[in-house]
């Protein structure tokens, strides 16, 4: 029997970067995982490989409609076998990296899938390993709907999608959350005809409606359909098409819409089952998280849940994040995660970040705040690169002026965010960023625009 400090239970981004940080601390560290490589769903079927497909696919709009202008002729010819082939690389670069980090800091690999037994004891396969720690870390899958059987050929989850043996020429996507707007991009870019059904009335729940509104009109305009406001009921398939069934919510009518391929995006579910033998009475929450308290730590003592399988948004940053918290906390460090400014990303054309307070939660909390808006239209390099729809916000205290949100749609969004969350990391006002000598040309003078909006106003407005 092998003894540990630490057993991690997964490899995904949570499990995979608590071990490291973990072994960098000086703790002997193992890691059970029972897929046939590292990285968990974010490099295997998730992050990774959609982005890869949203660069490939963003390439060729780009070649299509963008080229000419700039004086090239090309006549770009999609080969999906070949794109698929490039996106599977780029997997294997990122899942043998992380098997090269692990050896580098001298993790153990158990290879399988693994069980917590006892209170310290995890058992893998058939061997039974002593850890002083153990952290869960097994991550989410995708949740399907009653009524809507998934096969991954014609009604597929983000996993099917991202592996479909041909482009569909008409593709129905359930749900416009953050991976239905992503994959439905891809395919939309890839010629099918693509339509997104949505239960509420407006695209990505959550998120500044502004901001929302102006995707959901951007989308459209790249042939990607919406029917808002509709619950589904149901799908099937015979000879291989789709047949999806869902209901107006506004008149209860009901309708039918037929699809080579239907892609089920309606959020995801932790994966608990198995994780902890019955007797040890692993407590869950009502929607099936592990219950933790703040410093990540269940029921069982000496057993700790990150990422996906515990509350919060369910993004591989955030259990990467609290990995890190969670190892220097074994470590005896002090460690925290500050929620409030934990960034999220859609990798649409444009893409969209956000970070902090939405205008709705401000509006809803009654706090007196002011908005600095900035349009890409006014910045030089963004119309360089036929990038100029969408806008930055800043959204500042009207009293002081420290920032408190920021949502950005536009080129290289998920980039430009992070220096408004490093600013309100410090407390920033909305000045700091104003005065900030910033490189000209870039985008991200747009950022700074929007910051002396706050104020006396933009220059290039
Ligand atoms: P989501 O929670 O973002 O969106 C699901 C959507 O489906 C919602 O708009 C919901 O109203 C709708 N819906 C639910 N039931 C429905 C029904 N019966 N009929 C019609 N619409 C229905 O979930 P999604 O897109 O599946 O993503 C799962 C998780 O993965 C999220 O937490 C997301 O943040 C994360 N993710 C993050 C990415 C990123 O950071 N770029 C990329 C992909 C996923």
Same mark, same amino acid.
């Given at each position: 029997?092998?003894? &540990?400090?630490?057993?991690?239970?997964?490899?995904?981004?949570?499990?995979?970067?608590?071990?490291?940080?973990?072994?960098?601390?000086?703790?002997?560290?193992?890691?059970?995982?029972?897929?046939?490589?590292?990285?968990?769903?974010?490099?295997?079927?998730?992050?990774?490989?959609?982005?890869?497909?949203?660069?490939?696919?963003?390439?060729?709009? /780009?070649?299509?409609?963008?080229?000419?202008?700039?004086?090239?002729?090309?006549? %770009?010819?999609?080969?999906?076998? =070949?794109?698929?082939?490039?996106?599977?690389?780029?997997?294997?670069?990122?899942?043998?990296?992380?098997?090269?980090?692990?050896?580098?800091?001298?993790?153990?690999?158990?290879?399988?899938?693994?069980?917590?037994?006892? !209170?310290?004891?995890?058992?893998?396969?058939?061997?039974?390993?002593?850890?002083?720690?153990?952290? *869960?870390?097994?991550?989410?899958?995708?949740?399907?709907?009653? =009524? @809507?059987?998934?096969?991954?050929? @014609?009604?597929?989850?983000?996993?099917?999608?991202?592996?479909?043996?041909? *482009?569909?020429?008409?593709?129905?996507?359930?749900?416009?959350?953050?991976?239905?707007?992503?994959?439905?991009?891809?395919?939309?870019?890839?010629?099918?005809?693509?339509?997104?059904?949505?239960?509420?009335?407006?695209?990505?729940?959550?998120?500044?409606?502004?901001?929302?509104?102006?995707?959901?009109?951007?989308?459209? #305009?790249?042939?990607?359909?919406?029917?808002?406001?509709?619950?589904?009921?149901? !799908?099937?398939?015979?000879?291989?098409?789709?047949?999806?069934?869902?209901?107006?919510?506004?008149?209860?009518?009901?309708?039918?819409?037929?699809?080579? $391929?239907?892609?089920?995006?309606?959020? #995801?579910?932790?994966?608990?089952?198995?994780?902890?033998?019955?007797?040890? =009475?692993?407590?869950?929450?009502?929607?099936?998280?592990?219950?933790?308290?703040?410093?990540?730590?269940?029921?069982?003592?000496?057993?700790?849940?990150? =990422?996906?399988?515990?509350?919060?948004?369910?993004?591989?940053?955030?259990?990467?994040?609290?990995?890190?918290?969670?190892?220097?906390?074994?470590?005896?460090?002090?460690?925290?995660?500050?929620?409030?400014?934990?960034?999220?990303?859609?990798?649409?054309? %444009?893409?969209?970040?956000?970070?902090?307070?939405?205008?709705?939660?401000?509006?809803?909390?009654? #706090?007196?705040?002011?908005?600095?808006?900035?349009?890409?239209?006014?910045?030089?390099?963004?119309?360089?690169?036929? !990038?100029?729809?969408?806008?930055?916000?800043?959204?500042?205290?009207? /009293?002081?002026?420290?920032?408190?949100?920021?949502? *950005?749609?536009?080129?290289?969004?998920?980039?430009?965010?992070?220096?408004? $969350?490093?600013?309100?990391? &410090?407390?920033?006002? !909305?000045?700091? *960023?104003?005065?900030? $000598?910033?490189?000209?040309?870039?985008?991200? /003078?747009?950022?700074? /625009?929007?910051?002396?909006? $706050?104020?006396?106003?933009?220059?290039?407005?």
């Amino acid at each position: 029997m092998a003894e &540990f400090d630490l057993i991690v239970i997964g490899a995904g981004p949570g499990g995979y970067v608590c071990a490291i940080r973990a072994a960098q601390l000086g703790l002997k560290v193992a890691v059970a995982e029972g897929s046939e490589t590292l990285g968990g769903t974010c490099l295997n079927v998730g992050c990774i490989p959609s982005k890869a497909l949203l660069h490939a696919t963003h390439s060729l709009r /780009e070649a299509e409609e963008n080229f000419a202008k700039m004086g090239l002729s090309v006549k %770009p010819k999609v080969d999906w076998a =070949g794109m698929r082939g490039y996106k599977d690389e780029v997997i294997g670069q990122n899942t043998s990296g992380i098997e090269f980090l692990f050896k580098k800091n001298k993790i153990t690999w158990l290879k399988g899938w693994a069980e917590i037994v006892a !209170a310290g004891q995890v058992r893998v396969g058939e061997e039974t390993h002593q850890a002083k720690s153990i952290v *869960i870390a097994s991550g989410s899958e995708p949740s399907t709907l009653p =009524g @809507v059987e998934v096969d991954e050929k @014609v009604i597929v989850t983000s996993t099917g999608a991202l592996a479909l043996a041909k *482009i569909p020429a008409t593709l129905a996507v359930i749900g416009a959350g953050v991976i239905g707007l992503e994959l439905g991009s891809v395919y939309a870019r890839l010629g099918s005809k693509v339509t997104v059904i949505e239960y509420l009335d407006t695209i990505t729940p959550g998120m500044d409606a502004e901001i929302a509104r102006t995707l959901q009109r951007l989308l459209k #305009r790249q042939g990607i359909d919406f029917t808002l406001g509709a619950a589904v009921q149901g !799908a099937s398939v015979k000879g291989g098409k789709a047949t999806l069934s869902y209901k107006l919510r506004k008149d209860d009518s009901e309708h039918e819409i037929t699809a080579d $391929c239907v892609l089920v995006a309606t959020g #995801r579910r932790p994966v608990t089952a198995g994780v902890a033998a019955g007797p040890l =009475g692993l407590k869950l929450t009502e929607r099936g998280q592990i219950e933790t308290d703040a410093g990540f730590a269940t029921n069982i003592p000496g057993v700790y849940a990150i =990422g996906d399988v515990r509350e919060g948004p369910m993004l591989a940053h955030k259990a990467s994040d609290e990995g890190v918290a969670l190892a220097e906390i074994l470590a005896g460090h002090k460690a925290a995660v500050n929620y409030d400014l934990i960034p999220s990303v859609i990798y649409t054309t %444009p893409e969209v970040a956000s970070v902090g307070k939405t205008q709705e939660a401000l509006k809803a909390e009654g #706090r007196a705040y002011k908005t600095g808006k900035f349009n890409f239209m006014g910045n030089g390099r963004a119309k360089a690169m036929f !990038a100029g729809d969408g806008f930055v916000k800043i959204l500042a205290d009207k /009293e002081t002026d420290r920032i408190l949100g920021c949502h *950005i749609i536009g080129p290289s969004a998920g980039e430009l965010i992070h220096e408004v $969350c490093v600013a309100m990391e &410090f407390g920033a006002a !909305a000045e700091d *960023i104003a005065r900030t $000598c910033h490189a000209h040309p870039t985008v991200s /003078e747009a950022v700074r /625009e929007a910051a002396m909006a $706050c104020g006396d106003g933009p220059i290039h407005a």
